[in-house]
């Protein structure tokens, strides 16, 4: 009897931008078959809440508490998630029912392993009764709770995934709100840990300075000056000489040193800046990847790609050029995880969060009957 399960990954990213949903067929380990997928991007007034909320969160003394404010959003993104399952399973022909269960990320408003502090809003319980499927979500906690950095965790899904390249080891290079990179050797060994900054300190620019969250191809970036004396600044941050596992909160790093710029050299600078970052984590990867996949947001802007190109020595390519789609990995990781904490298997590492010991994670909420 096959253990292959089906499962929705349900992913709200650290850049805010929306819900990411895909379907996997998979039993957690070897066997992968990709399903649909689609995006829905949350309403403006919802972006607007989650950067408060971001600010609300930082008060919370314990991960479970939810003042009002909090409480109100959560719901409301639970809500937005459920009808983005209920959509995507009527734009595809797909019962409810044939679904075995739901990767539920939830929406980041604090990481802190310092405090032992992660938290992501989103209801489980609240969502399997709205979708009438099983969710697995809070994957993060666990692990953070016996002493991990509780991220990153899709690297569990990027080994899985490699096993379809051509030549080891190889580089998964997600670029996010905070970019994250994982590293693949021959024999699936696995380093991974969080790079610095993705797009967020990009994204944030933009919106004050332009009126949108985004920097479209990179174009600003390529009109503007890298400021040096700026990226010194930036690149002398502690946590680039801090060795793995390590991980971030999206708003770890302060655009302070780019204030006085113009918009586009501030914008050439903090991409400068994430790509600078990336090429440091090198640093601490047992030996040169032959190929870095690079997935998320950030692989679209073609500034970035370009600056990242000349700060490591081999190919730096989309996720498209090796047949995968680099948009909905993440959601795609969150469906496999879910299937492996069904199983009880690890889907965090000593290599990749630093507890002290592979294990499991997530809560499972049954649909009600």
Same mark, same amino acid.
Request: charge should be negative; include cysteine.
């Given at each position: 009897?096959?253990?292959?399960?089906?499962?929705?990954?349900?992913?709200?990213?650290?850049?805010?931008?929306?819900?990411?949903?895909?379907?996997?067929?998979?039993?957690?380990?070897?066997?992968?078959? +990709?399903?649909? +997928?689609?995006?829905?991007?949350?309403?403006?007034?919802?972006?607007?809440?989650?950067?408060?909320?971001?600010?609300?969160?930082?008060?919370?003394?314990?991960?479970?508490?939810?003042?009002?404010?909090?409480?109100?959003?959560?719901?409301?993104?639970?809500?937005?998630?459920?009808?983005?399952?209920? +959509?995507?399973?009527?734009?595809?022909?797909?019962?409810?029912?044939?679904?075995?269960?739901?990767?539920?990320?939830?929406?980041?408003?604090?990481?802190?392993?310092?405090?032992?502090?992660?938290?992501?809003?989103? !209801?489980?319980?609240? %969502?399997?009764?709205?979708?009438?499927?099983?969710?697995?979500? @809070?994957?993060?906690?666990? @692990?953070?709770?016996?002493?991990?950095?509780?991220?990153?965790?899709?690297?569990?899904?990027?080994?899985?995934?490699?096993?379809?390249?051509?030549?080891?080891?190889?580089?998964?290079?997600?670029?996010?709100?905070?970019?994250?990179?994982?590293?693949?050797?021959?024999?699936?060994?696995?380093?991974?840990? !969080?790079?610095?900054?993705?797009?967020?300190? %990009?994204?944030?620019?933009?919106?004050? +300075?332009?009126?949108?969250?985004?920097?479209?191809?990179?174009?600003?970036?390529?009109?503007?000056?890298?400021?040096?004396?700026?990226?010194?600044?930036?690149?002398?941050?502690?946590?680039?000489?801090?060795?793995?596992?390590?991980?971030? @909160?999206?708003?770890?790093?302060?655009?302070?040193?780019?204030?006085?710029?113009?918009?586009? !050299?501030?914008?050439?600078?903090?991409?400068?800046?994430?790509?600078?970052?990336?090429?440091?984590?090198?640093?601490?990867?047992?030996?040169?990847?032959?190929?870095?996949?690079?997935?998320?947001?950030?692989?679209?802007?073609?500034?970035?790609?370009?600056?990242?190109?000349?700060?490591?020595?081999?190919?730096?390519?989309?996720?498209?050029?090796?047949?995968?789609?680099? !948009?909905?990995?993440?959601?795609?990781?969150?469906?496999?995880?879910?299937?492996?904490? %069904?199983?009880?298997?690890?889907?965090?590492?000593?290599?990749?969060?630093?507890?002290?010991?592979?294990?499991?994670?997530?809560?499972?909420?049954?649909?009600?009957?």
């Amino acid at each position: 009897m096959s253990k292959k399960k089906r499962a929705i990954g349900l992913m709200s990213g650290t850049s805010m931008d929306g819900i990411d949903v895909a379907l996997i067929e998979t039993d957690g380990g070897r066997e992968l078959v +990709h399903g649909p +997928h689609a995006a829905d991007a949350y309403p403006a007034e919802i972006k607007v809440k989650l950067r408060g909320a971001l600010q609300e969160a930082q008060a919370l003394k314990d991960r479970a508490d939810r003042p009002a404010a909090l409480l109100e959003l959560e719901r409301r993104l639970t809500e937005l998630n459920a009808e983005a399952v209920r +959509h995507f399973l009527e734009a595809n022909g797909i019962a409810p029912e044939t679904v075995d269960v739901i990767g539920y990320h939830g929406q980041t408003v604090l990481h802190d392993p310092s405090r032992a502090m992660t938290v992501q809003l989103g !209801d489980g319980v609240l %969502l399997a009764a709205l979708t009438g499927i099983d969710v697995v979500y @809070d994957m993060r906690a666990a @692990d953070v709770a016996a002493g991990g950095e509780g991220a990153p965790l899709a690297p569990v899904y990027h080994r899985a995934l490699a096993a379809q390249l051509p030549s080891m080891p190889a580089a998964f290079l997600n670029i996010g709100g905070v970019a994250n990179v994982t590293w693949i050797g021959e024999a699936g060994r696995i380093v991974a840990f !969080d790079t610095g900054p993705g797009n967020a300190l %990009l994204d944030d620019w933009m919106l004050k +300075h332009r009126g949108a969250a985004h920097d479209a191809d990179g174009a600003a970036a390529a009109r503007g000056r890298i400021n040096e004396d700026a990226l010194t600044q930036l690149l002398t941050n502690g946590y680039f000489g801090a060795p793995p596992p390590k991980s971030l @909160d999206r708003d770890a790093f302060s655009a302070a040193p780019v204030a006085s710029l113009g918009v586009e !050299d501030g914008a050439a600078t903090l991409t400068a800046f994430t790509a600078a970052a990336i090429g440091k984590a090198r640093e601490y990867m047992p030996r040169e990847p032959l190929t870095w996949v690079v997935c998320g947001g950030g692989r679209k802007n073609r500034t970035l790609m370009s600056m990242l190109a000349e700060h490591v020595p081999n190919a730096v390519v989309p996720a498209e050029a090796v047949g995968l789609n680099g !948009d909905i990995i993440e959601a795609e990781a969150w469906a496999y995880m879910a299937v492996r904490s %069904l199983y009880g298997l690890p889907i965090t590492f000593p290599e990749t969060t630093g507890v002290s010991e592979p294990m499991t994670g997530g809560v499972l909420a049954k649909a009600p009957g």
